[in-house]
């Protein structure tokens, strides 16, 4: 079984089109991120979520809003799809914010092209 | 954001050990130093983190200088599978900060 799974994991799109990006864990952790991969492969937080209460918004765009409906889904809905936002994201965990050091496990990423 | 230095790539032959420096002359007290991984088309993966002394685990060992200025990742023989791109992250010791900030990494290709 996949640990962190997020679908879809190929996804092209219009500009101006809203979409979303569902992904699960089944770590039982308490802690879920996004991340994204731009295009010159640079790695950034987007989110974080611990037992379903935002706690890091990195300066996201409030297109992007993330959705906790429990501690074992972190979904991410983006409005009004720009160009820019065209990279890969990765949905994470992490056993529990508090417990410093713990491993962060990623899922295979959401490759999202927007034309 | 980013508080290490890594060289843009490095090679390596299969079957033989590499070493993968990481430069963080900034780093505080509490920061503890983290290795992930990703391979090609995947996500990061942890490879082993440590905060003062040096630590083995299955898939690596990690040197850390005395001063904790630099440390090197060692893959003591290395595969084909191991080609990816190495980070080397600052991890800070705070509830509301987690969060991993990876810099460019190093690029490693191995040969067969």
């Known amino acids: ?115 | 954001d980013a508080k290490t230095t890594q060289p843009n790539s490095m090679e390596s032959n299969e079957e033989e050990p590499v070493h993968l420096p990481c430069n963080h002359s900034t780093i505080s007290g509490t920061d503890y130093i983290h290795w992930y991984r990703q391979l090609p088309s995947q996500g990061p993966e942890y490879v082993i983190h440590g905060l003062t002394s040096n630590v083995n685990n299955r898939m690596a060992s990690l040197a850390i200088a005395e001063d904790r200025k630099s440390s090197t990742l060692i893959l003591h023989r290395a595969t084909l599978r191991d080609a990816a791109v190495y980070y080397c992250i600052l991890r800070f010791l705070s509830y509301n900060t987690d969060k991993l900030i990876f810099g460019t990494g190093t690029r490693l290709q191995v040969f067969p």
């Open chain 1, 1 to 115: 079984d996949t640990a962190v799974s997020q679908t879809p994991k190929y996804l092209v799109t219009q500009m101006g089109n809203d979409k979303s990006i569902k992904c699960e864990q089944n770590l039982g952790h308490d802690t879920m991120y996004w991340y994204k991969q731009d295009s010159k492969k640079f790695l950034k937080i987007m989110f974080s979520y611990n037992n379903k209460e935002l706690i890091i918004n990195e300066t996201v765009p409030n297109r992007f809003s993330p959705k906790s409906p429990d501690k074992a889904h972190l979904n991410l809905h983006i409005n009004s799809l720009e160009l820019g936002d065209s990279a890969v994201y990765f949905c994470a965990s992490s056993q529990d914010m508090r417990t410093f050091g713990n491993t962060i496990y990623f899922g295979e990423g959401s490759w999202l092209t927007v034309v």
